[in-house]
């Protein structure tokens, strides 16, 4: 899908604020809330914009630790990658896994109650498994999350 400068735009106000009115969308953008709306279903139509999210306190969801997994793999050519990510997913404290290249083969964001909870998960649904050759946990103490991707397209297509 080929985007201008308004998608861009429309995109990147979506991003700071998902719950913006179409009428402050076209505004910022000086088209006609018609035009607007007929752009943000098109940009929904075509996978660019992909939903729309709640930034939620994890505490009050009684969530009291965070952490990253790091798992390294016995044998990549014997693994099935996509069933393993939804197998992952599916496990109801994981809440992001990457699939990364270098010593570790994925990267799991987790959040759990405590650190009971946190080592209940990592020996019964990670260690347990026999793909898992090596395992390691590190507690995030806080983070910062960027409202907004980078765009880097040097040139708008018209």
């Not at 306190?57 to 390294?72: D, F, H, T």
């Not at 020996?123 to 090596?134: G, I, L, P, Q, T």
């Amino acid at each position: 899908m080929k985007l201008d400068r308004t998608d861009f735009e429309i995109l990147r106000l979506l991003q700071g604020n998902a719950r913006v009115s179409n009428k402050e969308l076209a505004d910022a953008n000086g088209i006609s809330p018609s035009t607007c709306l007929e752009r943000v279903k098109r940009l929904k139509n075509n996978g660019v914009l992909r939903g729309y999210h709640a930034d939620v306190q994890p505490e009050s969801l009684g969530i009291g630790v965070q952490a990253m997994i790091s798992l390294r793999l016995r044998q990549h050519a014997k693994i099935d990658f996509d069933v393993m990510i939804r197998e992952m997913m599916n496990t109801k404290e994981v809440i992001n896994v990457y699939l990364l290249a270098g010593a570790t083969d994925f990267l799991i964001h987790v959040a759990v109650e405590d650190v009971v909870h946190l080592r209940n998960v990592v020996v019964e649904k990670f260690s347990a498994r026999y793909e898992v050759a090596h395992i390691e946990t590190s507690l995030i103490f806080e983070f910062q999350k960027s409202s907004e991707l980078p765009n880097y397209r040097d040139t708008v297509e018209e």
